[in-house]
């Protein structure tokens, strides 16, 4: 195993080139990026499944998880041989499972690393790791989005010590090709809300799990909606101990936070291309010269830099470890702030050409779309409002808002 | 203000902190501006012995930096600086001094023990009185016999009352070129503006038909990467200088948030209120993030120095103006007052986003650099 010398990440490098060349295809840059939006954009079972078998390839190479525990599947390296994955990867076809796939790697697995049991993380993580589960988020329900302490899935305990659920969850991004969902249930309505919340990992094809997929603005289906009728889930698969779901919670959301832009492209410092979109999108409505464009563009561009450095600072600060843990809300806060932005100059760049177009262009219809996703970050993974709260009452310091339900039952409470 | 701030570059920064607060702090900025008090030559020789002066100066000169990095030390005295309001520009001078040590003649380089020492002060006249700042900006070059005469106007010169010395930009058939000047060569006067900034003073550079030698040539003529070196350091340290300020600034209005009653409350816990803060310390956070990034490119001169230069002070340009309003609009009538020290940061914030370039001006230039 390499070491953490550069002479050991040397080494590392020229196994990881190796093994690349080796065992995965160049990525075609021909091939267009996946959009967000339009049916096409739905996943379908051949391309999970050949994903699925993709990452499984990636995973019994030894190059996925790469600072996760070895015990539990992972690596047990550092962030720098992950880095090191990273740079020599760019060039090649990397399994892409979609937002199920991020949702998995990003929140799931971590929050599972933090609070699972030890036979509940050596039965699922190594199975995260090699594309076998995809897990997603059973966060938010019809009655309870950023309130997420006011959701009223209702987990009961049968005289078995299993657990009975009963309710609904929404908005789940790509519920409809994973196999777990990591939920938040109520298991004690009689006390405040904090109180009697607990987690579980249900798997999807459980009896009385039914799942519709909701159609988005963007014309995808990509999230969806889940009723639990009388599921059964054993006690096996609670995270976390019974009534103290907020704390797992509260783990959870600094990984969403730090879950970061699925559509982002990966950093590379040094060569960054100028707004390649806006770019490409000028020069085909014949913009380039005019310099209203060009400060659009220079904009955009300036948008994507900044918050490209705004995540390298704070994770440099993070790594210094004496930063604040929630100074992840700031990078939430700008994409959820300047993503808009940027849609909107795409738009505006466009002019008509972004509002109309030729049925069989189907290039025209990006800057549309982008606009249409260009909230999706305000919204999803913790509003702007809640980022907001959270920076002004934990980092700031300014006092908390006046709040009405902290102390009594949640039966007892106004919710929806 | 970077992460990775070595021990050296701490106390470097906490001496000047210590310094400014003792000897200039912002009511003595306020007395300068307010013309009841003036700068003294003591200033300059005392921040030249803190070495402030000294980071682009070879040792042989008295020079030298804590870190070995010139770009980061100056932009960690620049922070210091923006913070306190501090006058007496010294990016002028600190770019002059790069300047020399990089192409100066043996004869130019004598000056460079003076200024590292702050005995001798420098402006850089860059930009044109229209707002333009690229090198030709506002004066022609004619040549005569083997000297140059220049003729025209430079704008927006920092401090200009105060140098010894001028590095004018101007172009020689159509080639960039530098010109270091004393301030008494015949024919060049400044002339002060007014202005909106209080604490820096601005002048336009009048040369009239000023005959120059060709030993007052700094570097090659048409030597394009020095004026582009020093155009990115000044434009980064004039970055730096502003997320001082903007950071003095919020923190400023973030106190009196957390003091001021109204309602039986303090305005702080109002969510309107505490939702302005949280969006105003996101600009001040992703404003020290790029300029972090772009002193650190400059410093290393990296590929992509010039551009991140220009996208920080693009960014923190606009950020300035933000925040300042935002402050302003979290104090009420109170920020409304020429007694409160707010209109001293919100007016050399605007005026600092022109100054080496405005937004607008670096966003084009941003196009440049990819070859748009
Ligand atoms: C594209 C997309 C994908 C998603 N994927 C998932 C997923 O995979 N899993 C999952 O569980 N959820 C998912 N969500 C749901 C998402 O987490 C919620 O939409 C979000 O938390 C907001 O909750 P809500 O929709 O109920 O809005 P509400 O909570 O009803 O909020 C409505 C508005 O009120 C504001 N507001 C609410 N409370 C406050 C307050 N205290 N102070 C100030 N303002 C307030 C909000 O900021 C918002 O502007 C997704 C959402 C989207 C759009
Ligand atoms: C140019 C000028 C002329 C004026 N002329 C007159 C005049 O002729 N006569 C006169 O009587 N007054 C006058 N005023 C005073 C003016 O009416 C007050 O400044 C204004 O009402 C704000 O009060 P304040 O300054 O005490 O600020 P504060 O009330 O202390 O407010 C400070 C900040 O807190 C915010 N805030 C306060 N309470 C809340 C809340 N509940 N929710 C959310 N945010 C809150 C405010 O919006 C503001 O941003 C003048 C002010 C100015 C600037």
């Known amino acids: 195993m390499s070491g953490q010398t550069a002479d050991g990440l040397e080494a590392y490098r020229r196994e990881v080139r190796a093994w690349l060349a080796a065992n995965l295809d160049p990525r075609d840059d021909n091939e267009p990026a996946r959009l967000r939006g339009g049916d096409a954009a739905n996943l379908s079972p051949e391309r999970v499944a050949q994903q699925r078998d993709l990452q499984r390839r990636v995973h019994e190479g030894g190059y996925a998880g790469i600072t996760w525990p070895a015990q539990f599947g992972g690596q047990g390296l550092t962030a720098a041989h992950e880095e090191v994955f990273a740079q020599e990867s760019r060039g090649y076809a990397l399994p892409d499972l979609g937002i199920a796939g991020l949702t998995t790697t990003r929140v799931c697995g971590p929050t599972i690393l933090a609070h699972g049991t030890d036979e509940f993380r050596r039965t699922h993580i190594p199975r995260m790791l090699s594309g076998e589960e995809i897990w997603v988020q059973l966060f938010s329900e019809p009655g309870a989005g950023s309130d997420l302490a006011g959701v009223s899935t209702r987990a009961t305990r049968t005289d078995a010590g299993d657990w009975v659920l009963n309710g609904s969850k929404v908005w789940t991004s790509g519920a409809y090709y994973a196999d777990y969902g990591l939920c938040l249930a109520r298991t004690d309505p009689t006390v405040p809300k904090h109180r009697g919340l607990t987690w579980f990992g249900v798997p999807l094809t459980s009896d009385g799990v039914t799942i519709r997929p909701i159609r988005e603005i963007n014309g995808s289906s990509e999230f969806c909606e889940e009723f639990f009728d009388d599921v059964v889930v054993s006690d096996a698969n609670r995270i976390g101990a019974v009534g103290d779901g907020w704390t797992v919670a509260r783990t959870m959301m600094v990984f969403e936070r730090l879950g970061g832009d699925p559509d982002e492209a990966p950093r590379h410092s040094g060569a960054r291309e100028l707004a390649p979109d806006l770019v490409a999108l000028a020069r085909r409505v014949g913009r380039l010269g005019d310099p209203v464009t060009r400060q659009l563009i220079a904009r955009a561009h300036v948008i994507d830099l900044v918050k490209e450095q705004l995540d390298a600072y704070v994770a440099a600060l993070a790594e210094s470890g004496a930063a604040n843990p929630n100074l992840g809300s700031y990078g939430k806060l700008a994409a959820g702030t300047l993503n808009p932005v940027r849609a909107s100059i795409g738009l505006e760049i466009a002019a008509a050409a972004g509002v109309a177009w030729h049925p069989q262009d189907t290039e025209a219809s990006t800057t549309a779309l982008n606009y249409l996703n260009g909230r999706i970050l305000s919204i999803a993974g913790g509003t702007n409002e809640m980022q907001r709260n959270g920076i002004s009452e934990r980092i700031l310091g300014l006092p908390r808002e006046p709040a009405h339900d902290l102390d009594r039952p949640f039966n007892e409470l106004r919710h929806n | 203000m970077l992460p990775g701030v070595t021990a050296d570059q701490k106390l470097f920064a906490e001496t000047a902190e210590r310094f400014i607060r003792s000897t200039c702090p912002v009511s003595t900025v306020r007395r300068v501006a307010q013309r009841e008090e003036e700068l003294d030559g003591g200033y300059f020789t005392e921040i030249g012995e803190l070495g402030w002066l000294a980071l682009f100066v070879p040792e042989e000169h008295g020079g030298g930096s804590p870190s070995g990095q010139p770009v980061l030390d100056a932009g960690l005295i620049a922070e ?293």
Not at chain 2, 282 to 300: P, R, W
């Open chain 2, 80 to 372: 210091q600086r923006g913070r306190y309001l501090q006058p007496g520009g010294i990016v002028g001078s600190n770019v002059t001094a790069l300047a020399i040590t990089l192409g100066g003649t043996g004869e130019q380089r004598a000056l460079l023990d003076d200024l590292a020492g702050g005995k001798a002060l420098a402006a850089w006249a860059l930009g044109d009185p229209a707002g333009g700042w690229e090198a030709s900006a506002g004066v022609e070059v004619r040549r005569d016999g083997t000297g140059f005469v220049l003729s025209g106007a430079k704008g927006l010169v920092q401090d200009a009352h105060l140098a010894g010395w001028f590095l004018v930009s101007a172009a020689v058939d159509g080639r960039p070129a530098l010109f270091l000047l004393p301030a008494d060569a015949p024919g060049l006067s400044v002339e002060p503006l007014a202005g909106l900034d209080l604490t820096h003073r601005y002048a336009e550079l009048v040369l009239r038909d000023v005959a120059v030698p060709a030993s007052a040539v700094v570097g090659q003529i048409g030597g394009d990467d020095l004026g582009e070196r020093l155009l990115q350091v000044a434009t980064v340290l004039t970055v730096a200088e502003m997320v001082g300020a903007i950071g003095e600034l919020f923190v400023m209005t973030l106190e009196h948030a957390r003091n001021r009653a109204a309602f039986g409350r303090v305005i702080g816990s109002f969510q309107a209120v505490k939702h302005q803060l949280a969006d105003l310390s996101l600009a001040v956070e992703c404003s020290h993030a790029i300029a972090t990034a772009a002193l650190t490119a400059v410093q290393e001169q990296a590929p992509d120095a010039a551009e991140l230069a220009s996208v920080a002070k693009a960014f923190v340009g606009d950020a300035a103006i933000d925040v300042s309003q935002g402050c302003l609009q979290l104090h009420g009538g109170i920020g409304y007052t020429w007694e409160h020290d707010l209109h001293l940061y919100l007016r050399r914030l605007a005026t600092d986003r022109v100054v080496f370039g405005d937004p607008a001006w670096h966003r084009e230039r941003i196009c440049r650099l990819h070859g748009l």
